[in-house]
């Protein structure tokens, strides 16, 4: 998962960039990046790291111009230890073009081959979204009658994005001298939102990931862009969109809801705080039904995300809520740094159970999910070691069990503690004396009560249904081989033998 943003002002860019990553930093903290447009000319500064270890006053001073693009990274494809893979990404044929990706393509060795073969452009990285730069490009440059651009031509070029790529992507792009691009997957996997300010200089526009970035800076949301629709902003201030896809099913990925999301934001129509509301009121419901017989003292939540779930849980449970856990808000979010070794080592550092809360009780923890393990193992240790009679354990989402190819790090299903186990089996694997899921029925209904308009989701790391239809066991076996070293990581096509005449 990344988060990506855009602005077209009539004032400098860059701090309202900076800013606006700051607000989506919980999308992605491996690496940073800002690019911003002076007139025809690029100037960009990306690295390693949060938001605010990357970027210097120097390297703000230097981030010239009234438009711009940023982007924070969570790695899904490529290597997490590669500062090459920051974005955006820069490609100068045609024009000049940076982007900025959020999502996962589920063609990439296809596109990497028709690339080298066909459209004769080499891509230098493992990175799926520097492959998705190179098809934009390409087609552009096959849109663009003559040297001058038009409204038309990168609306065709976006079209035939859509013609090629498969998987989930949100993108935002800027052609050097001309605007700011942003554009959607069919299917809407990931969220893109936009709005504008009206200020003493002029109307001013931000695309960004999630609407808590363009609120806390001071934008009003006008929608959210539609599944296969694109949105063009010219550097003189003029907006223009076009669907560009042929319709198919609108389903977004559940799991922002769940997890990814802050809880201020509003995707898709839906506050994400609500529908957290929903899922506690639904597990309560379950409870109620189905363990009826556990004898519950307290209701904790593990911060932050679960902390709303388990409010209305307590709530609708008629049960104590505490804050048992306190969390040390300086460690990165777990479940998002690269290797199981830094995961497992970083829950301690993380949280800090208060045994006031624990000692002789019987405490129902609740999660938004259970995805590995590691870290539910540790915290129900943590409460055991904190004087808890019994710890009981609830994941406001259902049973991760399968792969999750659209741009989450849940890959391989031997690394999902879910995947072949029963809930009995997935207790005693994590020291839990109960676990109990949410339904993916309620956990839809969660959702759709905040927004009805919304009907179907990507929820695939759940059902194993993946909306994109492209996705086979062959290439699930096959990603789960790069994965584990067995094959290796496709960053160029097969290399093949070529004549050439050098007379």
Known sequence: MCGIIGVVSNQPVNQLLYDGLQLLQHRGQDAAGICTADGSKFHMHKGMGMVRDVFRTRDMRNLLGNAGIGHVRYPTAGSASSPAEAQPFYVNSPFGIVLGHNGNLTNTEQLLEDLFMQDLRHVNTASDSEVLLNVLAHELQSAVQGHRLTVDDVFAAVAGVHRRCRGAYAVVAMIAGFGL?????????????????????????????????????????????????????????????????????????????????????????????????????????????????????????????????????????????????????????????????????????????MSLEFRGKNVMLVDDSIVRGTTSREII???????????????????????????????????????????????????????????????????????????????????????????????????????????????????????????
């Not at 996997?189 to 002029?202: C, D, E, H, K």
């Not at 019994?390 to 069990?401: D, H, K, L």
């Not at 391989?412 to 997935?426: F, S, V, W, Y």
């Open 181 to 353: 691009l942003a554009f959607r997957d069919p299917h809407g996997i990931r969220p893109l939102v936009f709005g504008t300010q009206v200020s003493a200089t002029g109307q001013d526009w931000m695309v960004a990931s999630e609407s808590v970035a363009l609120d806390a800076s001071g934008f009003q949301v006008q929608g959210d862009v539609a599944p296969g629709e694109a949105i063009l902003i010219t550097l003189d201030g003029h907006v223009h969109t076009r669907m560009c896809a042929p319709a198919a099913p609108f389903t977004p990925c559940i799991f922002e809801y769940v997890y990814f999301a802050r809880p201020d934001s509003v995707i898709d129509g839906a506050s994400v705080y609500e529908t957290r509301l929903r899922m506690g009121e639904y597990l309560a419901d379950k409870i109620r039904r189905d363990y009826g017989h556990l004898k519950i003292d307290v209701v904790m939540p593990i911060p932050d995300t679960s902390r709303p779930s388990a409010m209305e849980m307590a709530k609708q449970l008629n049960i104590s809520y505490r804050e048992g856990f306190i969390k040390n808000r300086y460690i990165g979010r777990t479940f998002i740094m690269p290797g199981q070794a830094v995961r497992k080592k970083s829950v301690r550092q993380k949280l800090n159970a």
């Open 381 to 503: 240790q943590m409460a055991r070691d904190s004087g808890a009679r019994a710890v009981y354990f609830a994941s406001a989402s259902p049973p991760v069990r399968f792969p999750n190819v659209y741009g989450i790090d849940m890959p391989t299903r031997g690394e999902l503690l879910a995947n072949g186990r029963t809930d009995e089996e997935i207790a005693r694997e994590i020291g839990a004396d109960a676990v109990i899921y949410q339904d993916l029925s309620d956990l839809i209904r969660a959702v759709r009560d905040v927004n009805p308009k919304l009907g179907d989701f990507d929820a695939s790391c759940f059902d194993g249904c993946y909306v994109t239809g492209d996705v086979s066991e062959a290439y699930l076996i096959h990603l789960e081989g790069m994965r584990d070293g067995s094959l290796p990581v496709a960053s160029s096509p097969p290399t093949r033998q070529m004549d050439l005449n050098l007379s």
